[in-house]
């Protein structure tokens, strides 16, 4: 997540160097995706194989019922996490702390040469190099409804706690029509990731309100579960790269093939036969669900979720940030890198 260049991370398992995802001094989302699967793919080789015998591996041990500080997770939202491949935390961070993280936000914004009066300074690679915005963040781990939602997801009840809430999202507004993008619809995590059981979560806090075609993060409602059948019947999974799984992927089901079609740029019936109503893809019914919410909500996401950057049509900025929480089985080279593959931040 260094969309500003320079720092190289390391890959500690070949000592190899990755360097940031850019372009001419601005990042893609194509470059983007390259340097998550890139990191995913270490991760993948890193993490012990698992064998397992049970179908499906959405479902996660009921049994288990986290509680912190009077904070519960309860069976709808786990319930709602296994079915949908997210679940959506209310009022996570206090109004006080996103006021906060919002002015300092704007700070390194004015820093970076944006007036907030003037919207021509307004431009998209003015909100790449927010990196420094991260020193002073409320510490994920000590909110007790996030906590209370991660001991009951993780396996074990284990997880390692993330420094910050990670990348920047901060999405100039941009003219419309909003439409749905083609590019590039992508995992954080590997495929490899272990199935029955959560090592690995992507984390999205909204740090202002968002709200329809505001930029919103976009899912594919229920993908974690079309990505298990895939996983299961692929052959090979262990010797590809995750590019040519996603690849692989997207061609077996032409809604996610066309998903990610950048000549069906056909904007209102494409946001029709997405967003409308569900299709059944391999036995799942799946649909693109933009995040929205309000400030201070956080939305948790299955590490197979498939998702998507948007554009922000409206008025103001879309402001997220996006950060991934692991099991302590992962190895912690891997962790430090994958914690801040894209470029933005
Ligand atoms: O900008 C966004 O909303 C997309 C974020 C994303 O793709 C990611 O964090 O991997």
């Not at 969309?3 to 390391?10: I, L, V």
């Not at 850019?22 to 998550?36: E, L, N």
């Not at 103001?316 to 940030?321: A, E, G, P, S, T």
Request: glycine share 6%; charged share 25%; with cysteine.
């Amino acid at each position: 997540m260094n969309r500003s260049g320079g720092r190289k991370r390391a890959d500690t398992r070949s000592n190899a160097t990755i360097a940031p995802a850019q372009c001419d001094g601005r990042v893609t989302a194509a470059a983007h995706v390259r340097s998550c699967e890139s990191l995913a793919r270490v991760c993948s080789r890193l993490t012990a194989r698992r064998v397992t015998t049970r179908l499906d591996s959405t479902r996660l041990d009921p049994s288990r019922c986290a509680i912190h500080a009077g904070r519960v997770f309860s069976d709808d939202q786990r319930r709602a996490f296994e079915d949908d491949g997210f679940v959506r935390l209310r009022g996570v961070l206090s109004p006080a702390d996103c006021e906060a993280m919002r002015a300092r936000t704007w700070r390194q914004l004015e820093r970076n040469g944006v007036d907030p009066d003037n919207r021509h300074t307004w431009s998209p690679e003015k909100a790449w190099k927010l990196q420094g915005i991260r020193r002073g963040d409320p510490p994920p781990a000590e909110q007790p409804q996030l906590r209370a939602a991660l001991d009951a997801l993780f396996e074990d009840g284990q997880w390692t706690a993330p420094r910050d809430w990670g990348q920047a999202l901060v999405t100039m507004p941009s003219p419309g029509p909003w439409r749905i993008p083609a590019h590039v619809w992508h995992l954080d995590h590997p495929y490899t990731h272990p199935r029955f059981a959560i090592h690995g979560l992507n984390l999205f806090l909204l740090v202002d309100d968002v709200v329809a075609h505001g930029g919103g993060t976009l899912v594919v409602r229920s993908s974690h579960r079309v990505v298990d059948r895939f996983v299961e019947s692929v052959e090979g999974l262990h010797d590809k790269k995750m590019k040519v799984l996603r690849a692989q992927f997207h061609a077996r089901n032409p809604w996610f093939t066309e998903l990610a079609d950048a000549e069906a740029q056909d904007g209102a019936d494409r946001t029709e036969r997405y967003m409308a109503c569900d299709t059944e893809v391999d036995g799942v019914g799946v649909r693109v669900v933009e995040l929205t919410g309000e400030a201070g909500d956080v939305v948790l996401c299955h590490p197979w979720l498939v998702h998507n950057s948007a554009p922000n049509v409206q008025q103001r900025l879309r402001m997220m940030r996006a950060c991934r929480v692991y099991h302590p089985s992962h190895p912690s080279d891997a962790r430090t890198a994958v914690s801040s593959p894209r470029a933005p931040s």
